[in-house]
Structures are given as C-alpha cells and as structure tokens.
C-alpha cells in the first residue's frame, strides 16, 4: 500500500517538471472571442475610444452563417492614421489597434524612419473563414471581427514599406521598424503572428484578441 502511493507520488511529481526541448506551437483552438462576454465590456470600452479622442460608429450586432459573426463591433473613423481595408473589429480589437498606431507605430517610425507613418494598409479584420483558410481547420478569429492583418506602410516622405518585402529583405532601419512595432503589437493583443512564424503569414502580421494568449513569434 504504502509503495503504491509513492509510486503515485512519483508519477505526479514528475508531470509537473517542464520539459525544455518541448517546442511551442501556436494556439490550436479557436473559441468565441472574449468580447461575447457582456455589454458591461463593450460599453467600458467605448468609453475608452470617446476619453482616448478615437472616432468610431457603433455596428449593429450581426450573426452569421457557419458561425462567424460580428458582436459589440465598431468601424474606425479616426484614430490619427488612416488604415486601409478596415471592416467590424470587436471593440477591444479596435482599441489596441489604435493604441498600436498611436503608441508603437509612430514612435517607431520617428525613431527609425525620421518620418511618420500616415496610412496603414491592411489585408482586412471581418472575413467568415477558417484558419488560415485551411478547409476543415477551426473558424479564424477573422471570422468573429476579432483580427487584424497588417501588410504595409506608406510614409509621410512617400516612402511605401511592405511586410512582404521589409521583413527580411529591407534595409537595416526598414527591418527594425518591422519588429519593434511588431513587439509592440505582442504587448497589446493577445496573439502576433509574423512571418517567422509560417509560411502562411510571409506577407504580414497577424493580430487579434483570441482567448488563447498570449503567444507572439
């Protein structure tokens, strides 16, 4: 008996040490974004966008068929930088976004570029799809207006920056803008995907408020 429960000890004990040549892979699992919580969090952050002076309209609540749907979403008006291809973006989802542009973007591009950013281009927000369009995969938080993807950049000296291009093959100051604004956007949404982390994202950065955060590469 007495050997039993040692063993059993034992057994549980070593479930607990972390394994470190375990390699991390992305989330897997794809549910409703936090946003579906309540009113009480889509009001607080409208009041967010109204103190923070971020223009935006309030969306209808809208359901889907297949499951994709677009709860307590909001359309940018204004938020200092003009970004292109924007649609419904849950609240929190617009919030960051626009905390992003304001707090990492432009300081990155004063500090690297010596000019600012003064339009984002985007690959969109609302699209009713599976993960990276994978039939079969689970929905996308595209499909929940929980998302964003990041493409480019044009600058205020005329200068057009691409993630595609940029990323990897830019010059030095180009390549580091790239990355701080993309750890910056790891310190504001839940999940970063860049064009380090497959194949899938070799042309921008994928940010979204997924509850299965935070995870960045």
């Known amino acids: 008996m007495r050997w039993g429960m040692a063993l059993a000890a034992l057994v549980a004990l070593c479930g607990c040490i972390p394994h470190g040549d375990r390699r991390q892979e992305p989330p897997r699992t794809t549910t409703r974004p936090m946003a579906d919580r309540g009113g009480a969090d889509t009001l607080q952050c409208h009041l967010d966008l109204a103190r923070e002076r971020i223009q935006f309209r309030r969306l209808p609540d809208q359901r889907f068929a297949g499951g994709c749907s677009a709860i307590g979403a909001v359309l940018l008006v204004d938020m200092g930088t003009p970004a292109a291809g924007l649609r419904a973006m849950t609240c929190p989802l617009a919030r960051q976004f626009a905390r992003w542009s304001r707090e990492s973007m432009q300081p990155a591009a004063d500090q690297w570029l010596r000019t600012r950013v003064v339009r984002i281009e985007t690959f969109g927000t609302y699209a009713c799809r599976t993960r990276d369009n994978i039939p079969g995969e689970r929905l996308s938080q595209h499909a929940f207006s929980n998302a964003v993807d990041v493409s480019g950049f044009v600058l205020a000296d005329g200068r057009r920056i691409t993630v595609e291009q940029g990323w ?30 497959d194949h899938y994202h070799y042309n921008h950065m994928h940010f979204d408020m997924g509850p299965n955060g935070p995870y960045c590469r």
């Open 168 to 197: 990897r093959n830019g010059d030095e100051r180009v390549r580091r803008f790239l990355r701080q604004i993309f750890q910056g956007g790891c310190r504001r949404f839940n999940i970063g995907l860049s064009p380090d982390s």
